[in-house]
């Protein structure tokens, strides 16, 4: 629908909700393999996704907020798209495609938030199991990695200005490159041959370990850091 507004809609196998042209969704309920289509400045908040096979997908000028991704269920967000304060738990897959965008992102609980070639996600909070993967050309900013989060870093995927710590783990992998990375408090930042980081900052009991040609620069290293 477009400039009209649906609130407590339930959409289950087989149906699509589909907002756009200034069209609003709010707390729609995707189950079983329902789908949400936001684009051409459609907008969703409060999105429920559960049971296999439901979909959300954002692109083109679409927006969504506060979306609840779990149980195998899937978002993903392309070209034009953009998520903000988004949840992704209990096996529940986000992906952001070129030109897409994620911001203030929470994944936890085993859910996994991939960022493919062109695609960004900033502020995300990865712990108790959570992951982020920036693969090839996808990158990360001001993410915060804590109580058993993983994030990795793949051959040409950039990470920036994250914090690492209490049980959190970030492994850069080879080709992979991570800048003004802060270690502390039992964080630990893994850096792979052939895996560049620059400007890490290690402190309070962060771990820094370095393989056999990974490339380490301007590293500091005080009040207990190693």
């Known amino acids: 629908f477009g400039g009209g507004v649906a609130s407590f809609t339930t959409v289950s ?8 042209q200034s069209g609003v969704a709010s707390f729609t309920t995707l189950s079983n393999g329902g789908q949400q289509l936001v684009f051409l400045g459609g907008s969703a908040a409060g999105t429920v996704e559960f049971g296999p096979g439901s979909l959300e997908f954002v692109f083109d000028g679409g927006a969504v907020t506060a979306t609840q991704v779990s149980a195998g269920t899937l978002e993903i967000i392309g070209s034009g798209g953009a998520g903000s304060f ?3 738990s209990f096996s529940g897959n986000l992906y952001v495609s070129s030109g897409g965008q994620a911001s203030d992102t929470t994944v936890d609980g085993g859910g996994t938030l991939t960022v493919l070639t062109g695609g960004a996600a ?3 909070v990865i ?3 959570g992951q ?3 693969s090839s050309g996808g990158s990360g900013s001001f993410d915060t990695v804590s109580n058993g989060g993983n994030v990795t870093v793949s051959s040409g995927g950039v990470t920036s200005d994250a914090t690492i710590s209490a049980g959190g783990t970030e492994t850069v992998l080879t080709g992979g490159v991570a800048d003004l990375t802060t270690i502390r408090n039992g964080g630990q930042l893994i850096l792979s041959s052939g895996g560049s980081a620059s400007f890490s900052t290690v402190s309070n009991g962060g771990q820094f370990a370095v393989s056999n040609g990974g490339d380490a620069t301007s590293t500091t290293v005080k009040n207990g850091g190693e």
């Open 122 to 124: 900033d502020s995300t």
């Open 86 to 88: 988004d949840t992704v």
């Open 13 to 20: 196998s087989g149906g699509s909700q589909d907002v756009l």
């Open 127 to 129: 712990s108790n199991g």
């Open 132 to 134: 982020l993967i920036l």
